[in-house]
């Protein structure tokens, strides 16, 4: 398996631009997940999906962030408008189980908002 | 909410020299993990402690979880420069999903 497969690798948008981060998970993981990483803040979970449906997105910073997950292979995050301080590394884990299992990371999409 | 310190910060030793990191939680760790990131890569796991007590180890890395399940340390013995990098300690949350500690830069001299 090529792993966790995450595009693009690096994202320049302006402010107001909509933004949309792909994600394919390894075959066979029924948990995704979405993480931020930034200076002040370290690595945060956003959401995570089981099954392809989404369980608690309550790490998503605003209502401008939503995630889908419409089949076992795909997962999107979109920020609708994107700002500035949404400039972060974005990645994309994927696990067999949810917990006392290894998550499998992605490369991450580098976004930044001009 | 759990929180996970690490120490130090950052780290520069001179290659050959062994080091340890250490990760500090607020709540008992049920799950344990170390992950090693590259800049401007993704995650990569290392090793993964349960068990009061536990230790693993893999090449030259061993990780510690001690028998309070509140502390974590990674050794790595005879530095080289393929240890640089940036040393993740997670802890398995409830519901899913790992909480993060800030991470030890470590940066090793040739």
């Known amino acids: 398996d090529a792993g966790v497969i995450q595009s693009p690798r690096h994202e320049v948008t302006e402010m107001g631009q909509e933004v949309t981060l792909r994600c394919k998970p390894i075959s066979g993981h029924d948990y995704l997940f979405w993480y931020r990483q930034t200076m002040m803040r370290g690595l945060e979970l956003l959401i995570y999906f089981n099954n392809n449906v989404p369980i608690d997105d309550s790490g998503m910073p605003e209502d401008r962030f939503s995630a889908k997950m419409p089949n076992a292979s795909f997962s999107t995050l979109k920020i609708q408008p994107s700002e500035p301080r949404d400039s972060a590394v974005y990645f994309c884990?994927?696990?067999?189980?949810?917990?006392?299992?290894?998550?499998?990371f992605g490369q991450g999409t580098r976004l930044t908002v001009v | 909410s759990q929180e996970l310190e690490q120490s130090p910060q950052s780290l520069i030793v001179q290659e050959g020299k062994n080091l340890t990191i250490n990760c500090t939680s607020s709540?008992?760790?049920?799950?344990l993990y170390w992950y090693k990131q590259k800049y401007g890569e993704g995650l990569i796991f290392l090793m993964m402690?349960?068990?009061?007590?536990e230790e693993k180890s893999h090449e030259k890395i061993t990780a510690k979880l001690d028998e309070k399940k509140q502390q974590s340390s990674l050794h790595i013995t005879a530095s080289q420069p393929s240890h640089a990098g940036i040393y993740l300690c997670g802890a398995d949350r409830s519901p899913p999903g790992l909480v993060f500690g800030a991470g030890t830069i470590l940066r090793v001299k040739s």
């Open positions: 884990a994927s696990s067999y189980h949810g917990g006392n299992t290894e998550a499998f």
């Open positions: 709540k008992t760790l049920y799950g």
């Open positions: 402690l349960q068990k009061g007590g």
